[in-house]
């Protein structure tokens, strides 16, 4: 179901400046200067900034950078983030396209993807955010200790993602099929994941490991 549109997301997007970031190239290479910390998480299309602003909050000294694209959604991201924002969070409005415009080589900890579009038609492929494209891209800007931490519903989406990152020779240090048959404390649970939760529906997880540059 298409999302009826917010006539006010856009103008809010440009209001929050305590936390919307609206020329993030100008931060390139000194976000944690900008967000007072030692460990960098970016997650890439927040919807609607449930686990981003969980996150930030279950893990307060680490800075979280939520990203989302579609402007509706994004304005209720930032509107739910009212009263919450911290000084580690901060959030862009923008295609994750331009990543490596945005964050230096090796500036980022941990990359989030949480149940992204699966983009089911192959003329669609280049848009999946874990196609080669985009692969080639968190190589760059992941510290050489860097994660990708993989969460989706779709299993066509999982199979394909496992296949992209073997071939680009990511290390798997975690791949699960039933990631919530344990009770997993460490990561929010967001409305949107506990309605497939609910329907019995798994939910499948894969952490992926940068392959170390040879000296």
């Not at 279950?58 to 800075?63: N, Q, R, V």
């Not at 580690?88 to 993807?113: N, Y």
């Not at 519903?153 to 993602?161: A, I, M, P, T, W």
Request: hydrophobic content about 35%.
């Amino acid at each position: 179901m298409r999302m009826r549109k917010k006539k006010w997301a856009a103008g809010l997007l440009q209001e929050r400046t305590d936390v919307v970031v609206a020329d993030p190239v100008q931060y390139t290479g000194t976000w944690k200067t900008l967000i007072p910390c030692e460990k960098l998480h970016v997650e890439i299309g927040s919807g609607k900034g449930d686990y981003w602003i969980g996150m930030a909050h279950k893990y307060p000294s680490d800075g979280w950078i939520g990203i989302e694209r579609n402007t509706d959604v994004a304005g209720i991201a930032v509107k739910k983030s009212a009263g919450q924002v911290l000084d580690t969070m901060k959030f862009i409005h923008g295609d994750a396209e331009d990543l490596r415009l945005w964050f230096a080589p090796k500036e980022v900890d941990v990359i989030h993807l949480n149940f992204s579009d699966p983009w089911p038609k192959k003329r669609n492929t280049k848009r999946r955010l874990t196609s080669d494209g985009f692969l080639d891209q968190y190589a760059s800007v992941l510290a050489d200790d860097g994660m990708i931490q993989f969460k989706t519903d779709n299993v066509k989406l999982f199979e394909y993602s496992l296949v992209s990152f073997s071939k680009a020779g990511w290390e798997f240090s975690e791949v699960s099929v039933d990631y919530r048959r344990e009770p997993h404390e460490e990561d929010v649970i967001t409305e949107y994941e506990q309605s497939f939760m609910d329907l019995g529906q798994p939910i499948y997880r894969a952490v992926l490991v940068k392959k170390h540059e040879k000296e």
